[in-house]
C-alpha cells in the first residue's frame, strides 16, 4: 500500500485561529463529556503505583483536553 501524505487543516498557517481553538476546545468538552480515556485509568495506575510517583508527563496531547476528567479520576483511586 502506498504511503499517502495527509495534513491537518487547523495546522496550516493561513487557518484562523478562532477556528483553531473553537477546534480544541471542543474537543476537550467531548472528551471530557464522553470519559473517553476511562479505559485508561487502569494502565496508568498500573504504572504509576510501583513508580511510587503521582506525575505524569504529557509530551503529545496538544491543549491536554483528556486530562481535565482523567486527572480527578485518578486522584480519586
Known sequence: MKRVHLFE???QNWF???????G???LQFLSNKN????PAIP?????LKPSNTNH???LGSGGGGGWIWLNER????
Open 16 to 22: 484562523p485561529d478562532f477556528l483553531r481553538n473553537y
Open 35 to 38: 470519559k473517553l480515556f476511562k
Open 56 to 58: 505524569i508527563i504529557d
Open 43 to 47: 494502565i496508568l495506575e498500573k504504572g
Open 24 to 26: 480544541t476546545d471542543f
Open 9 to 11: 487543516f487547523e495546522d
Open 74 to 77: 485518578l486522584r480519586i483511586h
